[in-house]
């Protein structure tokens, strides 16, 4: 059976009453067990104290010579006292004791009576049930006195080593006593019942406490994890309302002292991320859906017009040539929204072989040369040989393109310089152009997909906004950087930098192509 999973909250909750629980267990009964040895301790040495007054005064109710001698049985002395003691123990001189309470059997043999002292007597005193008590015994096992809360079926302890004192538990009695050198026994005991009592007592209390200590930490872990993890719970719920189109939310960043802080800091960068690159993918959808309509309402046209009436063989040339140039930009411009596809979703693989970035320099100006002496611009070209790894086909692209850009954006009769070299660890491309120049507000967008500078070009010159675009997608992909400076009226200069590599270069004989966007 699969067990629920539990919260956070919930887990830091159990764990910590376990570990709370475990504590205070351990506490509160390491706390009752000493408080019951300390209560037993106390009973042993009130016990111990009773003992030794109820043996000094049995020792002063033997008479000198012990039993036996002079006033034994045929005696007819009596002794009283000894070191100035009131007398405990009694004979007649027939040897029948005269104290009331000895057994008449126990008369004939000579039995003696336990008398206290008045210090051992006030010990004494009180005869409740749960007061001290003693009894003593001779050595021939006769009573020799004891008090009247003693237990009724009190046994005489077993004969042990003399003049040791010994502890035993019966039920709920404890009881010390010691032997005499003469054989006799006296015992001091006391009812177990209130000390029980009081500990019982004091285990509850320890309880309680520990219930309350429990409940409190239990509230102060609920407190303290609900203050924790509200952070995580906004954070929850902004990113729901974020997945729910809500693009612009973002999470309140917490205390500064917060561990949560950097947290928020990096998601809600990323949501600005997913905002801008929804935001640039809705832009895209709507730009490459416009510059498709262009042309598909274009052959529409040309069809329809076909259509309305018969035409002669060379209009219908016409009208079929113009259809096939609008489909070849429609091509063009597929083809370069699926590149760009590619490389967003990091499908587009280039190849490394090294290669030499003037070839492919050289192989681009002879390309596009013609379309240069058609406008009258003067191509300057001023490469060295600069190595690295990379696709050759794609670096060509990219210079064919801002070599189309330069030439198309330049005045007649201008000029263009394309120039390669080596400068440092990376190899560098420059295209520098003395035409009109990009303005300032549009400096930021260039290399935005689908921008025009001149919202005045057409779609019939070929220009979809995506040649920059393309340009910076694959630099990137090589692990360069390309960048524009221009002055409105003065020119533009385009800086491509990539990574350099001065061995294996190859020549290139064929660069691939891109029209300029």
């Known amino acids: 059976m699969k067990l629920p999973v539990l919260s956070i909250r919930a887990r830091l909750l159990w764990w910590s009453g376990a570990l709370l629980a475990c504590v205070l267990g351990g506490f509160g009964v390491t706390a009752y067990q000493l408080e019951r040895t300390q209560a037993l301790r106390r009973i042993d040495d009130e016990l111990g104290r009773r003992l030794a007054l ?23 002395k009596s002794f009283g006292p000894k070191d100035g003691k009131r007398g405990a123990l009694e004979r007649d001189r027939d040897g029948v004791g005269q104290r009331e309470g000895i057994p008449g059997e126990e008369r004939g043999r000579g039995a003696a009576q336990l008398r206290l002292s008045p210090t051992t007597a006030a010990l004494f005193a009180d005869q409740s049930a749960t007061a001290f008590y003693y009894a003593g015994w001779t050595s021939t096992g006769a009573q020799g006195g004891r008090s009247a809360n003693g237990p009724a079926d009190l046994p005489v302890p077993t004969e042990s ?34 000390a029980e009592r009081v500990t019982r007592r004091f285990g509850w209390w320890l309880l309680g406490a520990g219930a309350g200590v429990l409940a409190l930490g239990l509230g102060g872990t609920w407190w303290i994890a609900a203050r924790a993890l509200k952070p995580v719970e906004d954070i929850g719920a902004t990113a729901r309302r974020i997945a729910a189109g809500n693009l612009a939310e973002r999470i309140a960043a917490p205390d500064a002292a917060s561990e949560l802080r950097d947290l928020a800091d990096v998601l809600n960068s990323t949501f600005a991320r997913l905002e801008a690159a929804f935001a640039e993918q809705r832009n895209f959808t709507a730009d490459a859906s416009h510059e498709l309509r ?15 009436r018969e035409r002669s063989g060379e209009e219908y040339r016409e009208t079929v040539e113009e259809c096939l140039r609008t489909v070849q930009q429609m091509r063009q411009l597929t ?31 002879e390309r596009l040369r013609p379309l240069a002496e058609q406008r009258k ?20 692209q990219v210079i064919t393109n801002l070599l189309a850009n330069a030439i198309h954006y330049n005045r007649d009769g201008g000029e263009v310089r394309l ?36 919202q005045a070009r057409s779609w019939s010159e070929g220009h979809s906004g995506l040649g920059l675009a393309i340009c910076k997608a694959i630099v990137e992909a090589h692990g360069g950087t390309i960048t524009v400076v221009s002055t409105e009226g003065e020119g533009a200069t385009f800086t491509v930098w990539l990574p350099a590599c001065d061995q294996g270069l190859t020549p290139v004989t064929n660069a691939g192509e891109l029209s300029a966007g």
């Open 161 to 194: 080593a003399r003049g040791q004192r010994f502890g035993r538990t019966r039920a709920e009695w404890r009881e010390h006593y010691a032997f005499t050198e003469a054989r006799d026994c006296v015992l001091v005991g006391v009812s177990l019942a209130e």
């Open 419 to 454: 120039g390669t070299r080596a400068e440092g660890t990376h190899a560098v491309v420059e295209v520098v152009d003395n035409g009109r120049g990009i303005a300032a507000k549009d400096l930021p967008h260039v290399f935005e997909r689908f921008y025009r500078a001149d």
């Open 294 to 308: 262009t042309p598909i309402a274009a052959l529409v046209t040309a069809m329809q017009g076909l259509l309305t």
């Open 335 to 365: 083809e370069s929204l699926l590149a760009l596809a590619r490389f967003d979703a990091g499908q587009e693989t280039n190849r490394r072989e090294p290669c030499d970035l003037a070839d492919v320099a050289r192989v681009s100006v």
């Open 377 to 396: 611009i003067t191509l300057r070209v001023e490469v060295e040989p600069t190595g690295l790894r990379g696709d050759a086909d794609r670096l060509g």
């Open 54 to 76: 109820l043996q000094d005064d049995w020792r002063g109710s033997v008479p000198p010579g012990g039993r036996g001698g002079p006033g034994g049985p045929g005696g007819r």
